[in-house]
Structure formats: structure tokens, C-alpha cells
């Protein structure tokens, strides 16, 4: 098994900065992508970015990536989302999650998760 634990949210105010952190432990051989998504209330899980470890490849959604920047460590099994100039509407659970092989942005081909971290951006 693999376990995901995800650091970093909180509240923040418009235009403020984040940098969320996921740790993955266990059978840590198992996973060569690792992503992070995020759902608000009421809205389904939204694919934010994504590392794979063999390809060495980031994707990252476009509606973010002027703001949002995905970076790993390989040797820590971390992944990170640095988040600039956070909007209300960037206000979420985030999550972490993590599978065998890189494939589709669909939240259900991904077979590991975090509990999730609340991100909350209010003036």
C-alpha cells in the first residue's frame, strides 16, 4: 500500500501565496505518477497537475498554470504545488494522489489518495 499526506492549506487572503507538500511512504515503487486535484463544495474533483517520475514529464491544467507550479523530489517522494496570487474561486479541498503509470487527467484512474488539505481564500 501506499499512504499520501498532504501539508500546506489554509486561509489566505486574495492574491496571496501557498505551497502545499505531499508525502508518500510506503510501497513508494509502486507509483511513477503523482498529481494533485481539488474539489469544492458542491463541483466534482478537478485534475490540477501532474509529475511522472519516468517521463519526467509536468502537466499542468491550463486555467492554473500562469499561478500554479507542480515540483517533486524523486528521492523524498514529495510532490509540491506552489500556488500564487490565490482567487476565491481556488478555494477547495486539495488532494494528493498517486498511481502506477502516467494515463488520462480522470480523478477515478488514480488509485491512492490523501485526506486532503482545506485551502480557503477570503478577504
Known amino acids: 500500500q501506499v499512504q499520501l499526506v498532504e501539508s500546506g492549506g489554509g486561509l489566505v487572503q486574495p492574491g496571496d501565496s501557498l505551497r502545499l507538500s505531499c508525502a508518500a511512504s510506503?510501497?513508494?515503487?509502486?507509483?511513477?505518477?503523482m498529481a494533485w486535484f481539488r474539489q469544492a463544495p458542491g463541483k466534482s474533483r478537478e485534475f490540477i497537475a501532474s509529475i511522472s517520475w519516468s517521463g519526467r514529464t509536468i502537466s499542468t491544467r491550463d486555467s492554473v498554470k500562469d499561478r500554479f507550479t507542480l515540483s517533486g523530489d524523486n528521492t523524498k517522494n514529495a510532490v509540491y504545488l506552489q500556488m500564487n496570487n490565490l482567487k476565491p474561486e481556488d478555494t477547495a479541498v486539495y488532494y494528493c494522489?498517486?498511481?502506477?503509470?502516467?494515463?488520462?487527467?480522470?480523478?477515478?484512474?488514480?488509485?491512492?489518495w490523501g485526506q486532503g488539505t482545506q485551502v480557503t481564500v477570503s478577504s
Open positions: 510506503g510501497q513508494t515503487l509502486k507509483i511513477d505518477d
Open positions: 494522489a498517486a498511481r502506477p503509470t502516467q494515463g488520462d487527467r480522470l480523478w477515478n484512474e488514480y488509485d491512492y
